[in-house]
């Protein structure tokens, strides 16, 4: 019930290309999904996050598409650029008791091909 | 604006000893969290902290592992007698608020090698 699943586990698209990543969850109570992108040896750093009253959210070229009905949320981002290759992790948390402990998908590494 | 601050950024400990990793978090946030990362998994939430005060704490293991939160100074995550299986990398994160924003912002993490 805690689990929130990701997919791919690794992506590799073309530059200029579209890169999507999905992910699915069975805990209702989630009311905070963020995406956060990791760099090697660094840490996760907060890309885009959506709140289940709204179904997109776009922050330039990267846009969250949120399905409440099928518990299921992606990261699209378009016009992919080599500099984007990174590992991005979705997670989702439950606000409303007050302790915002991330639940993080498993990670897909991203590699944009020049 | 210092983000979040974590020392040491690399430690290496035998088997057996004590590892101490601390987090400062950004200006204006008074709470923080401790998350650890395996190689090639996701990050798995270990414990959440208030100023003196321990909010969550499921995810820690039962033995061996504490945290605090003082009054004054940094969160420390502290490790006693380590084993090769607690290797991993050590992420904090702080937030302003729970309940408002939910906004978690990471710091550069602690890797800890257990030889």
């Known amino acids: 019930q805690q689990q929130v699943k990701q997919s791919p586990q690794s992506l590799i698209v073309q530059k200029g290309g579209i890169s999507i990543i999905n992910c699915a969850y069975e805990?209702?109570?989630?009311?905070?999904f963020p995406w956060y992108q990791q760099f090697p040896g660094k840490g996760p750093a907060l890309l885009i996050a959506?709140?289940?009253?709204?179904s997109e959210k776009k922050e330039g070229r990267f846009t969250i598409s949120f399905n409440k009905s099928a518990k299921q949320f992606s990261l699209h981002i378009m016009d992919s650029q080599p500099g984007d290759s990174a590992t991005y992790f979705c997670?989702?948390?439950?606000?409303?008791?007050?302790?915002?402990?991330?639940?993080f998908g498993q990670g897909t590494r991203l590699t944009i091909n020049p | 604006n210092a983000g979040v601050m974590q020392n040491p950024r690399h430690l290496v400990r035998r088997r057996g000893q004590e590892a101490r990793l601390r987090c400062s978090p950004m200006?204006?946030?008074?709470?923080v969290y401790w998350y650890r990362q395996l190689p090639e998994e996701g990050l798995k939430f270990m414990v959440y902290?208030?100023?003196?005060?321990?909010?969550?704490e499921s995810g820690m293991p039962k033995e061996r592992f504490s945290a605090e939160f003082p009054k004054e100074g940094p969160s420390i995550l502290r490790i006693q007698q380590v084993v090769r299986g607690d290797s991993a990398a050590y992420f904090c994160?702080?937030?302003?608020?729970?309940?408002?924003?939910?906004?978690?912002?990471f710091g550069p993490g602690t890797r800890l090698t257990v030889t």
């Open positions: 994160a702080s937030s302003p608020q729970p309940g408002g924003t939910y906004e978690q912002y």
């Open positions: 805990n209702t109570a989630f009311d905070y």
């Open positions: 959506i709140r289940p009253d709204v």
């Open positions: 997670a989702a948390s439950i606000g409303k008791s007050g302790a915002q402990k991330l639940v």
């Open positions: 200006k204006g946030h008074s709470h």
């Open positions: 902290l208030q100023k003196e005060n321990i909010i969550d």
